[in-house]
């Protein structure tokens, strides 16, 4: 069975500093994508980033980076110069090719950045 | 653009009594639409999805089912709820490499 887990229910970070929020999944599958989503208090779901299993390079979103690990299966983000509007839930998920789209998620981090 | 819709954003109801929570689609056809449940602010657990118009997949076996009579509308019903189907009822739609969300429906069983 395939399974995410993120080991942070809650992280904090001082606003303008950086922070890594950790993400390990496990699948015998080897075509997959990876993503974060971040749920702010309003409690819409909002994609940060997504990363393609095949692709060696990391993804980037501006201030949002990942650190994608295949043969660990580890699918860290990192946030630069936190921002305020950063605080919010984040969850990794990850969906296997052509398995009809299917999203399996970890329990989420809380991260909460400080002014 | 794609927008999704939900509604209603929040329901009361009492145990015993009948659901049905609404998801719509705009801006694309033939979408792959999903239902999720979260509870208590923790990961979302996929309850159905479907490909196409009368096509269900239930993914775990619950008091609730799923119906799409039309290609961007999504239903989620129960005939009689529980006290746990209480959650946050998200819709999402998507294709086989992204998905979006809707607002989602907190529901409250009394």
């Known amino acids: 069975a395939q399974t995410v887990t993120q080991s942070q229910p809650e992280m904090s970070v001082q606003e303008a500093e950086t922070v890594t929020l950790s993400c390990t999944y496990d699948?015998?599958?080897?075509?997959?994508?990876l993503f974060w989503y971040k749920q702010p208090p309003s409690r819409q779901m909002i994609l940060v980033i997504r990363?393609?299993?095949?692709?060696?390079q990391n993804a980037t979103e501006n201030r949002f980076s990942v650190n994608f690990q295949k043969a660990a299966k580890s699918f860290s983000l990192k946030i630069s110069d936190s921002q305020l509007g950063d605080t919010a839930m984040y969850f990794c998920?990850?969906?296997?090719?052509?398995?009809?789209?299917?999203?399996?998620f970890g329990q989420g981090t809380e991260l909460s950045v400080k002014p | 653009s794609q927008t999704i819709h939900q509604w209603p954003a929040t329901l009361v109801q009492p145990v015993g009594s009948p659901l049905s929570l609404e998801c719509t689609v705009e801006g694309t056809s033939n979408p792959n639409l999903y239902w999720y449940r979260q509870a208590a602010g923790r990961g979302l657990q996929l309850l159905f999805y479907?490909?196409?118009?009368?096509?269900i997949s239930s993914e775990v076996p619950q008091n609730l089912s799923a119906s799409r009579p039309q290609d961007r509308q999504f239903i989620l019903s129960s005939k009689k709820l529980l006290l746990s189907d209480s959650g946050f009822y998200l819709c999402?739609?998507?294709?086989?490499?992204?998905?979006?969300f809707g607002p989602g429906t907190r529901l409250t069983v009394l």
């Open positions: 699948t015998s599958e080897n075509n997959y994508y």
């Open positions: 999402a739609w998507g294709n086989y490499n992204e998905q979006f």
């Open positions: 479907s490909v196409g118009i009368g096509q």
């Open positions: 990363q393609e299993a095949y692709k060696q």
């Open positions: 998920a990850f969906m296997i090719y052509n398995q009809g789209g299917k999203l399996i």
